[in-house]
């Protein structure tokens, strides 16, 4: 699992004094500190492969590909597609096919989402009415 934590600068600066006082990355304290906050009070261990990969991403704004799927859900409706920003990249009846077009063009970052029009009725599953 990947997991991406925002915190202030106040806490980073914390996080690296801490860490450097221990002789660790600043990583593996936040893993430390994880376990122990989430143990409650039992001697479990996260797995020795759990790792932070990546710090301060930048989160893509989305919004013009909603945009486009908000105007062209119902002409695309069932199928899925890949967009970048608000341009159409490729389409098709399945995700596979659609990622594999994707990865020919070349683009990176691009959304891939199965489109679903105004009129589809709402799925809903499990439970006993």
Known sequence: MTLIIDVSAEIETKLE????????SKNELARIILEEKLSNGEKKRLPDN????????????????????EKNC??????????????????GTGFKEVSMKVCELGVKDALITLVEGRNRPLFISGGVW
Do not use: M
């Not at 004094?17 to 002789?23: D, F, L, N, V, Y």
């Not at 119902?74 to 389409?91: F, M, N, P």
């Open 74 to 91: 119902d002409e695309y409706d069932g199928l899925y597609v890949a967009l970048d920003g608000d341009k159409l990249i490729a389409q």
């Open 17 to 24: 004094t801490a860490a450097q006082k221990s002789g660790i």
């Open 50 to 69: 759990s790792r932070i990969v990546a710090v301060d991403l930048p989160v893509r704004d989305r919004s013009r590909e909603r945009a486009w799927l």
